[in-house]
Nanobody
């Protein structure tokens, strides 16, 4: 059984930073890519960032490019999302997910999901 657990969310002022973590258990990361998505109230789930297994390739949604950085520590089975220059519009529940194949930006292509962590950015 695969489990993904997000942590690191919270309340921060605009311009501040947070680092989210996604810890996997139940099996290793091998051959799985990890993505971050977010969902704000009343909106569809949005692709934020993704990283290939091994960390060789990274992908970002247009709204976070230049502000967010995704990284991985395979020894710890953990993926991180460093979020800088946060804006009120970044407020959402952030989910991590893993997949074996498919498109990095497509939520429906991911196989496993965490429960999410709330990020709130005040103006």
């Amino acid at each position: 059984q695969v489990q993904l657990v997000e942590s690191g969310g919270g309340l921060v002022q605009a311009g501040g930073s947070l680092r989210l973590s996604c810890a996997a258990s139940g099996r290793t990361f091998s051959w799985y890519a990890t993505g971050w998505f977010r969902q704000a109230p009343g909106k569809e789930r949005e692709f934020v960032a993704a990283i290939s297994w091994g960390g060789g390739s990274t992908y970002y949604g247009d709204s976070v490019k230049g502000r967010f950085t995704i990284s991985s520590d395979n020894a710890k089975n953990t993926v991180y999302l460093q979020m800088n220059s946060l804006k009120p519009e970044d407020t959402a529940i952030y989910y991590c997910a893993q997949k074996r194949s498919g498109r990095y930006y497509a939520a429906q292509d991911y196989d496993y999901w965490g429960q999410g962590t709330q990020v709130t950015v005040s103006s």
